[in-house]
């Protein structure tokens, strides 16, 4: 009789046991599929923000420190292609270099992309006329601004669109764009995207 009652003890916190090591299992099965929350909801929300916060998106992705130089190639890419549009014309032309620095089918600086084209084969350094991907750098003419006014906004909105991690682009995306009043031969081959002010924007 007392083996009996010691058997019967010992079934009986092993299954205590069991049942309680069941139960937890269940609980964080609950919590982990998320049927239940063991917090409130308030303090949810106050873990989650500052994650958030503190990585925020970057739309350019450049992959290399963006000096004062390249700032100036972008101003000066601005100034030159769309001073006299509006402040939304001057950035769209902007992302347009930057949308080509992260693609792989152009050179993957903001200088090199602007400067891209055709050289004479006697001078590296000197683009062939109208041979460029920028007409203004390869137009044979002087690339110093002569519009003070002109060329601090461009300067400022170059800026903006590398160093706002807020920055919302004009285009979600775009790598060519041409002048309302003119027809380049590449214009049936690619995607419209947009217009702002007198240019059109393509994929």
């Not at 010691?6 to 069991?18: A, G, P, S, Y």
């Not at 200088?111 to 006697?122: E, T």
């Not at 601004?145 to 682009?169: C, G, R, S, T």
Request: with cysteine; net charge negative; proline share 6%.
């Amino acid at each position: 009789m007392t083996k009996d009652l010691t058997t019967m003890t010992v079934n009986r916190d092993l299954i205590e046991r069991l049942t309680l090591w069941v139960t937890g299992v269940f609980i964080v099965c609950l919590l982990v599929y998320g049927k239940i929350s063991a917090m409130p909801t308030t303090m949810s929300m106050t873990l989650a923000l500052p994650a958030f916060e503190e990585q925020p998106s970057r739309i350019w992705v450049l992959h290399y420190p963006v000096t004062p130089e390249e700032a100036e190639c972008l101003a000066l890419d601005i100034y030159f292609e769309a001073r006299s549009e509006s402040p939304e014309a001057q950035y769209a032309v902007a992302e347009v270099v930057l949308y080509r620095v992260m693609n792989g089918n152009f050179p993957d600086t903001i200088c090199g992309v602007i400067k891209d084209g055709l050289h004479s084969k006697w001078n590296e350094t000197m683009p062939r006329k109208w041979k460029c991907a920028f007409t203004w750098f390869c137009d044979r003419k002087s690339d110093i601004p002569n519009d003070e006014h002109a060329f601090e906004v461009a300067k400022f909105i170059a800026n903006d669109v590398l160093n706002n991690p807020a920055y919302v682009p004009e285009l979600e995306y775009a790598l060519y764009y041409h002048a309302e009043f003119v027809d380049p031969y590449w214009r049936p081959f690619k995607i419209f995207v947009g217009k702002i002010g007198a240019h059109l924007f393509y994929i």
